[in-house]
């Protein structure tokens, strides 16, 4: 695309065709480049369901899609790929093994198999092994623990780019999720889904030694930060710890779901809190000279409205100077990882001896074109390219093998299919929804025009969040009749839940 002239880009207008072919109403597109001072990123543009985003639309798009052709697609839970079988003379990939219950199961695939497993975000010993921090929290996709990495490598796959992952973000786990997003501590200014940026006030980090790693309100590339000219990961020590004063407390909470001047917080000992710097030291184990050097110098750097040591905005140079001082750990968190076997532009996995290997593709994050310069939403981008061009590919019929049944015809095992998703009581009517976790189930009983019981059925919603939300909701809804209020800070999972009692009190 032509400097600046990212509207006439036909990349994105073909996004924007194919998100209305899949039933967007109202897609946009925005400027939004990971680096903004590189060469060409005013030509960088994002396609969004609808503006503003955040809320899992994409998502529920898709699932909405594949849920339409029911009859060509089958979708099997609980039956993870294990295995790759490949003919050891030709080298053609034949199916897969899987487990089901526990036992393996052979799936032939004719014409191919696409390996769309994501990455290795959630095996721990991959992440010491492959990336550059020894632990870090991962924001998301739990059961990403690398197996595609695992069974390409097993097939001779040329496994790439192991040890880029968009992290680390200096973060706190809520213990109340036992996970956190990566942007909603540190950063310059509050963000509509990320919340508020806690650090641009009177807040520092530093190591254990008591010294700062960064300036603290930036906001990273995907953990990436200023480095000499270029972006390098951020590195950043373990244990860490966000060190704030009083003025710091007053004026915002840590995280939007936190209680105001953090007060639960503290009272719940997440906060850490002492009448000077030198006990809070004590308290956390961090060197209190270090610390107490630390931050005279950083008030200092206040004062003259410089910061030599990282370059913090001089707007944002505010000292820690009210007792009492507060702490609390940062952790380093990620969103994913992008290495794994590398792919052409058919989406073919390349060998590592050279060529493709025949009959596999794949697709996503796994072996993610995006390099060590990852820029915001080239993941989803080519989830959806790659997707597209693995599933076509895979599909044309192959003369290189037999197209025969090799069960005669036979059918193989599937899943029992007959069971019902979910089980109702006498009476009770299903509703669905669709919450910030996918699918909300209830069952809904109604007595003479009155709702007298709701249970939930399914729910994958944010513990803490709109976990919380789904906890009131039902007894709200029997109180008052199924009037409910949105529960703060959970509009998705509450108009989820709305949805689903509308649907159940329509049957
Ligand atoms: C909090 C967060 C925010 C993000 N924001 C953005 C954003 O704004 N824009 C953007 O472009 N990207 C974003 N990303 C990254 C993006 O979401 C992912 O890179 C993308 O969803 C990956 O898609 P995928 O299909 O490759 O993998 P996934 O969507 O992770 O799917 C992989 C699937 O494979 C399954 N699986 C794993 N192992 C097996 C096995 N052995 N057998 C069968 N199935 C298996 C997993 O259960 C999972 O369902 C974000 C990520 C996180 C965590």
């Known amino acids: ?40 990123a005013d030509s960088i543009g994002s396609a969004m369901v609808h503006s503003p985003g955040g809320d899992g639309a994409l998502y529920a798009l898709i699932q909405e899609n594949v849920n339409k052709r029911k009859g060509n697609i089958d979708v099997w839970y609980n039956a993870p790929g294990k295995k790759l079988i490949q003919d050891p003379q030709t080298g053609i990939i034949h199916g897969v093994i899987i487990e089901v219950n526990g036992a393996p199961k052979y799936v032939r695939a004719k014409n ?31 059961f990403n623990t690398g197996d595609g990495i695992v069974m390409a490598d097993d097939v001779q796959a040329n496994i790439v780019n192991m040890g880029n992952n968009n992290g680390p973000d200096p973060n706190v786990i809520n213990p109340e999720t036992g996970i956190s997003f990566g942007y909603m501590v540190a950063g310059s200014k509050d ?14 980090m530093v190591g254990q030694d008591g010294k700062r790693f960064w300036n603290e309100v930036q ?21 860490a710890y966000m060190v704030f004063d009083e003025n710091a407390r007053l004026a915002s909470k840590i995280y939007g779901s936190w209680s105001e001047g953090s007060e639960k917080e503290i009272a719940a000992g997440l906060v850490k809190k002492a009448d000077t710097l030198e006990e809070l030291a004590k308290i956390i184990g961090v060197d209190a000279k270090g610390l107490a050097d630390q931050v005279a110098q ?21 000292p820690l100077s009210k007792a009492p001082y507060y702490a609390v750990q940062v ?18 996995i390349m060998s590592r001896n050279g060529g493709t290997i025949l009959h596999l593709y794949g697709a996503g994050e796994l072996g993610s074109i995006w390099s060590h310069k990852y820029s915001g939403s080239g993941n989803i981008s080519e989830s959806l390219v790659f997707g597209r061009l693995a599933g ?41 929804g669709r919450g910030m976790g996918g699918v909300i189930a209830i069952a809904v009983k109604t007595d003479g025009g009155k709702i007298v019981s709701i249970r939930v059925l399914n729910q994958h919603e944010t513990p803490g969040i709109g976990g919380k939300a789904i906890a009131t909701l039902p007894n709200e809804a029997v109180a008052n ?27």
Not at 191 to 204: D, L, M
Not at 331 to 348: D, S, W
Not at 423 to 431: I, N, R, V
Request: charged residues 20%; glycine residues 10%; hydrophobic residues 35%.
């Open 481 to 507: 009749n199924g009037k409910i209020d949105n529960v703060s800070g959970t509009s998705v999972t509450s108009n989820g839940f709305r949805t689903a009692l509308a649907d159940a009190l329509s049957k």
């Open 298 to 318: 950083y008030n200092k750097f206040c004062e003259a409205g410089v910061d030599p040591q990282f370059n913090r905005p001089k707007a944002m140079l505010k």
């Open 112 to 142: 191919g198999v696409i390996l769309a497993t994501g990455g290795y975000e959630n095996n721990p010993d991959m992440f010491r092994n492959f990336a550059i921090m020894q632990h870090a929290y991962s924001k998301g996709a739990r």
């Open 392 to 432: 076509a590919n895979a599909a044309v019929v192959k003369s290189d093998v037999s197209q025969e049944s090799v069960l005669g015809g036979k059918p193989g095992f599937r899943p029992d299919e007959t069971a019902p998703l979910y089980q109702l009581q006498p009476g009770e009517k299903l509703g669905i």
């Open 219 to 239: 906001k990273t590339r995907h953990g990436r930060v200023p480095f000499h000219g270029d972006y390098v990961h951020l590195m950043m020590p373990d244990p």
């Open 1 to 40: 695309v032509s400097k600046g002239h990212w509207e006439e880009s036909s990349i994105l207008q073909s996004f924007l065709n194919y998100m209305k072919f899949l039933g967007a109403k109202d897609p946009k597109v925005e400027i939004r480049a990971e680096y903004p001072d590189a060469p060409g």
């Open 191 to 204: 963000s509509a889904w990320a919340g508020p940026a806690f650090t641009r006030h009177n807040v520092i």
């Open 331 to 348: 952790q380093p968190t990620f969103t994913n990882t992008l290495g794994g076997p590398e792919r052409n532009q058919n989406a073919e």
